[in-house]
């Protein structure tokens, strides 16, 4: 049977100039990767990490999304 683990990931977007993400996880190493990436940047990376992201929402924050994401479970 096929187990899977989860990622969820909320990014604000403060509208300053330059454009500013941040990143919040219960993964403090991933944070630290993706701290100062872009969305795209973001996505790119967990899907070379083996991350399928399977449902975006708007947070609760204002100018937030949160992204969520699946892959197998690593033994």
Same mark, same amino acid.
């Given at each position: 049977?096929?187990?899977? @683990?989860? !990622? ?5 977007? $403060?509208? =300053?100039?330059? =454009? ?13 990767? !993706? ?5 795209? %940047?973001?996505? *790119?990376?967990? %899907?070379?990490? %083996?991350?399928? =992201?399977?449902?975006?929402?708007? %947070? =609760? @924050?204002? *100018?937030?999304?949160?992204?969520? $994401? ?6």
């Amino acid at each position: 049977m096929q187990k899977w @683990e989860y !990622l969820v990931i909320q990014e604000t977007i $403060f509208p =300053l100039t330059p =454009l500013r993400i941040t990143v919040e996880a219960e993964d403090q190493e991933l944070v630290k990767v !993706l701290q100062g990436k872009s969305v795209v %940047g973001t996505l *790119n990376y967990l %899907g070379e990490q %083996g991350w399928e =992201l399977v449902s975006v929402s708007t %947070g =609760l @924050e204002k *100018n937030s999304q949160v992204f969520y $994401f699946k892959r197998p479970q690593q033994f």
